[in-house]
Antibody, heavy 118, light 108 residues
Framework: EVQLVESGGGLVQPGRSLRLSCAAS????????IHWVRQTPQKGLEWVSR????????LYADSVKGRFTISRDNAKYSFYLQMDSLRVEDTAFYYC???????????WGQGTLVAVSS | EIVLTQSPGTLSLSPGERATLSCRAS???????LAWYQQKPGQAPRLLIS???TRATGIPDRFSGSGSGTDFTLTISRLEPEDFAVYYC??????????FGRGTKLEI
């Protein structure tokens, strides 16, 4: 059974950094992408970033490009979202999600809350 | 960026009734790149439909997806009490940004 568990959320001041982790288990294939998606009541669901498990290729939404870095640790089956220069508008619930062969987001973690406030 | 507009914003129905939820894209989306998710309070989204009409594992056959181009539909044939939730469409066509609709709240 695929499981994704996020951690690392919390309250942080604007301009500071935070690193989210996503611990994965139960994968049976090595050809997939891990995505970070965030959610707020105001903006709804917003895709943030994606990393390929196999190639390490990464993509970012324009709203986080240059501030966020997605990475993976193949040995630990873990994924990370390093968030620098945080802004109030980055406040959201952050989910990691795994895609299927059809590229839809088949599995989601339970999410972790990031609050950026002074 | 492809904008997805979902309608209605809120749909009030009763158990046993049929629900029809719409998702309209600002430009054409490949049918293999459109998904629907269900989200209940305090939970993560759950995949219902991928590639416009393919039910995800374990999803009952009362859920069906259809559509092409810019117009897609999620239909729930006979509502069960556990179906009352928020539903989102999602496109993952071509290159990012992948986008989501703002959701349709299905309420009793």
């Amino acid at each position: 059974e695929v499981q994704l568990v996020e951690s690392g959320g919390g309250l942080v001041q604007p301009g500071r950094s935070l690193r989210l982790s996503c611990a994965a288990s139960g994968f049976t294939s090595d050809d997939f992408d891990i995505h970070w998606v965030r959610q707020t009541p105001q903006k709804g669901l917003e895709w943030v970033s994606r990393i390929s498990w196999k190639s390490g290729n990464v993509l970012y939404a324009d709203s986080v490009k240059g501030r966020f870095t997605i990475s993976r640790d193949n040995a630990k089956y873990s994924f990370y979202l390093q968030m620098d220069s945080l802004r109030v508008e980055d406040t959201a619930f952050y989910y990691c999600a795994k895609d299927g062969s059809d590229r839809a987001l088949h599995f989601w973690g339970q999410g972790t809350l990031v609050a950026v406030s002074s | 960026e492809i904008v997805l507009t979902q309608s209605p914003g809120t749909l009030s129905l009763s158990p046993g009734e049929r629900a029809t939820l719409s998702c309209r894209a600002s430009q054409s989306v490949s049918t293999i790149s459109l998904a629907w998710y269900q989200q209940k309070p305090g939970q993560a989204p759950r995949l219902l439909i991928s590639a416009s009409y393919t039910r995800a594992t374990g999803i009952p056959d009362r859920f069906s997806g259809s559509g092409s181009g810019t117009d897609f539909t999620l239909t729930i044939s006979r509502l069960e009490p556990e179906d009352f939730a928020v539903y989102y469409c999602h496109q993952y066509d071509r290159t990012p940004p992948y986008t989501f609709g703002r959701g349709t709240k299905l309420e009793i």
